[in-house]
Nanobody, 118 residues
Framework: QVQLVESGGGLVQPGGSLRLSCVVS????????MAWYHQAPGKQRELVAR???????HYADSVQGRFTISRDNAKNTMYLQMNSLKPEDTAVYYC????????????WGQGTQVTVSS
């Protein structure tokens, strides 16, 4: 049984920082690619950042230079360090994992709310 649990969201002022975490159960972490998505009210879910099983990263243009995605295989945890936050970053942030060893499968977390407001 694979489960993803996000944490670290909350209310922060513009220019502030947050670090999101995604803990994965199920012994699939090391051979999987992971990503963060976000979804604002009335908008489609969109990719924020992704990291491959070997550490290659990709960022949406809107967060390039402000956010950093990373993973800790020993803790089965993925992180999203968010700096210089803007009101337009306000959204629910979702963790996704894609298995690469054996059948390709995708799993999603339940999301964590990030609100950037004065």
């Amino acid at each position: 049984q694979v489960q993803l649990v996000e944490s670290g969201g909350g209310l922060v002022q513009p220019g502030g920082s947050l670090r999101l975490s995604c803990v994965v159960s199920g012994s699939i972490f090391v051979n999987s690619a992971m990503a963060w998505y976000h979804q604002a009210p009335g908008k489609q879910r969109e990719l924020v950042a992704r990291i491959s099983n070997i550490g290659n990263t990709h960022y949406a243009d809107s967060v390039q230079g402000r956010f950093t995605i990373s993973r800790d295989n020993a803790k089965n945890t993925m992180y999203l360090q968010m700096n210089s936050l803007k009101p337009e970053d306000t959204a629910v942030y979702y963790c996704k994992i894609t298995t690469l060893l054996g059948p390709l499968r995708e799993y999603w977390g339940q999301g964590t709310q990030v609100t950037v407001s004065s």
